[in-house]
Nanobody, 124 residues
Framework: QVQLVESGGGSVQAGGSLRLSCAAS????????MGWFRQAPGKEREFVAA????????SYTDSVKGRFTISRDNAKNMVYLQMNSLKPEDTAVYYC?????????????????WGQGTQVTVSS
């Protein structure tokens, strides 16, 4: 089992920045691919970004490319999502997820463990 705990959410004005963090409980964290997903009110949960086990490969949904950056620190069992130039449409609950498959996957079914989520609210 892997426990994931997100932090760093909050309220910010459009154009602002937030950095989400996800702490993983397991020492084998370094062998997992990690992803961030989000769910806006009344919408399905969607893929945001993912990073492979080493951090050498990343993937982003088109709407956040150039604004969001995913990164990881395997020594600290942490994954991050730096969010810049935030827009009201980025408002959602953001979830961290871990996949034992190691490689990047944009589909929710590929992820084995999920955090509880952290709320991000962007006002115009």
């Amino acid at each position: 089992q892997v426990q994931l705990v997100e932090s760093g959410g909050g309220s910010v004005q459009a154009g602002g920045s937030l950095r989400l963090s996800c702490a993983a409980s397991r020492r084998t964290f370094g062998s997992y691919a990690m992803g961030w997903f989000r769910q806006a009110p009344g919408k399905e949960r969607e893929f945001v970004a993912a990073i492979n086990w080493s951090g050498g490969s990343t993937s982003y949904t088109d709407s956040v490319k150039g604004r969001f950056t995913i990164s990881r620190d395997n020594a600290k069992n942490m994954v991050y999502l730096q969010m810049n130039s935030l827009k009201p449409e980025d408002t959602a609950v953001y979830y961290c997820a871990a996949s034992t498959r190691m490689v990047i996957d944009r589909t929710q079914g590929a992820y084995d463990y999920w955090g509880q989520g952290t709320q991000v609210t962007v006002s115009s």
